[in-house]
């Protein structure tokens, strides 16, 4: 808002109101008025977003969106400014729905937003043309379940994904296979890894595993997604892609199968 315009009471209003929905974590600007101007990581998450915001298509015309994890709707309402026919944001928190819902009223943008969790994705019973997955990954007991949820129910051409990353940078080639006696592959700070946290990390005790970048781009390939492009140091648009299962059926026991078909009978 600009210091030389005055104060009136509608902005007074809107201001008690952001403030009796606080503590945000997304500084969005609803009416000029920002919602968390003090964050911690700054202008959160605008800074972010405008070191890949071009890597995601400008126009989303037609298309369909789902945001899991959608906080206070920042990426919800940004896919639907692009155009896009339906957005969906999902998140766990009431108090951080509350705030996405007061957030699309204010800016009057046409966005729904469900409490849900990620592991209930199935339930949707649909797919979406773009599945945002950003700064959830690590706050998840079981990631890796959580991207083969995704990809089985939910999503059907791009994801766009981010996870915080520790540890090592570094991209090695990793053998297709290794022997039983190898040890020396897994000192490598490279290998990828998944740093467990036991407790908490950054004061968070719903952080629970922080994987390296080799790892992050190893789990997006392992459940089937495709990296189009890295669009920020932690930031990947990725592509839906089949999975191709051995012939004697997959290898993990939790994907949602069709239960008309006989035990064992993995043919897809
Ligand atoms: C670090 S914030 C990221 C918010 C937003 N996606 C972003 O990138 O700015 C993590 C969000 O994931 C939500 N969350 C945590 N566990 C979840 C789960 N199992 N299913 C859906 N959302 C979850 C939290 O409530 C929180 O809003």
Request: hydrophobic letters at 40%; one cysteine or more.
């Amino acid at each position: 808002m600009s210091a030389s315009r005055q104060l009136v009471p509608e902005d007074q209003a809107l201001k008690d109101d952001i403030a009796a929905l606080g503590p945000w974590f997304h500084n969005l600007r609803l009416r000029g008025v920002q919602t968390a101007p003090d964050h911690f990581l700054g202008d959160y998450p605008e800074i972010k977003f405008a070191s890949f915001r071009h890597a995601i298509p400008a126009d989303l015309t037609g298309k369909s969106v789902l945001d899991i994890g959608c906080n206070a709707g920042f990426y919800t309402l940004e896919m639907k400014r692009r155009g896009a026919a339906e957005v969906l944001g999902i998140d766990t928190d009431e108090h951080y729905l509350q705030q996405a819902r007061f957030a699309a009223e204010v800016e009057k943008i046409d966005v729904e937003f469900r409490r849900m969790t990620v592991w209930d994705v199935a339930s949707l019973g649909r797919k979406f043309d773009l599945v945002i997955f950003m700064g959830v990954l690590y706050h998840l007991r079981h990631p890796l379940l959580a991207l083969d949820l995704i990809h089985e129910h939910v999503a059907k051409d791009l994801l766009l994904f981010q996870s915080m990353q520790r540890g090592c940078r570094d991209i090695i080639r990793v053998d297709r296979d290794y022997d039983f006696n190898a040890d020396a592959p897994f000192d490598s700070p490279a290998y990828p890894k998944l740093h467990f946290v036991e407790h908490r990390y950054a004061h968070d005790e719903t952080n629970w595993w922080i994987p390296n970048r080799a790892c992050v781009e190893a789990m997006l390939r392992s459940s089937g997604f495709s990296i189009e492009a890295q669009a920020e140091e932690e930031v990947y648009l990725c592509r839906w892609q089949g999975i191709q299962f051995p012939p004697d059926g997959p290898h993990c026991v939790y994907p949602v199968r069709d239960t008309s078909r006989n035990i064992g009978d993995d043919s897809r």
